[in-house]
């Protein structure tokens, strides 16, 4: 399988304090992409990162990629309750975006 | 932004008969689409590629009879789950590329799913 794998497949924390989540993939690829999923619902693309870059930032994300270890972080700072949902990472494969097993965070208020 | 419109959002039927899910991209040209399939709590696994006038591109061990493909036109693809049985019970997702999007896999924009229920 070409899938990628994700750790921690769950992660609980507090409002305030950041939360950071590990893609690690199997393939060359062009780029990887961050999605969230709300529970049983679609995708929300969040952010892309290109294979020649190493670090990116969006308000409260932050993803980095080390294509020597094929992997990629990334992290959520200050998070809210709102936060809470799934995130998966997805690797640019040929035409193909293959997803990651993905995580679940819950954030307490 | 570019918006999917997948329909329908839940959708209940007999063993033995067919469902067929729309998916359509409301203000964008789309001439790829994508199949996704989802357990509860599991990642999207692909299922198959629509390509807008051609046909479809299914992954190893997706059965093409099992599950028809069409994508007729730049904005539409549908895909049609054939004499469904209980095991195809699932949250199907389609997503669509913006056909102007600069690299061949650039971000997807996701239809809401269809959540298929087989009795």
């Known amino acids: 399988s070409q899938q990628g794998e994700e750790d921690p497949q769950a992660l609980s924390i507090q409002e305030g304090e950041n939360a950071t989540m590990n893609c690690s993939y199997k393939t060359s690829i062009n780029n990887l992409q961050w999605y969230r999923q709300n529970s049983g619902r679609g995708l929300v693309h969040l952010i892309l990162i290109r294979s020649n870059e190493r670090e990116k930032h969006s308000g409260r994300l932050r993803v980095t990629l080390d294509t020597s270890k094929k992997s990629s972080s990334l992290l959520i700072t200050a998070s809210r309750a709102a936060d809470t949902a799934s995130y998966f990472c997805a690797t640019g494969y040929t035409d193909k975006l293959i997803f990651g097993t993905g995580t679940r965070l819950q954030v307490f208020p | ?119």
């Open chain 2, 1 to 119: 932004g570019a918006v999917v419109s997948q329909h329908p959002s839940r959708v209940i039927c007999k063993s033995g008969t067919s469902v067929k899910i729309e998916c359509r991209s409301l203000d964008f040209q789309a001439t790829t689409m994508f199949w996704y399939r989802q357990f509860p709590k599991k990642s999207l696994m692909l299922m198959a590629t629509s390509n807008e006038g051609s046909k479809a591109t299914y992954e190893q061990g997706v059965e093409k009879d099992k599950f028809l493909i069409n994508h007729a036109s730049l904005t539409l693809s549908t895909l049609t789950v054939t004499s469904a049985h209980p095991e195809d019970s699932s949250f199907y997702i389609c997503s669509a590329r913006d056909s102007g999007a600069m690299s061949t896999n650039e971000k997807l924009f996701f239809g809401s799913g269809t959540q298929l229920s087989v009795l």
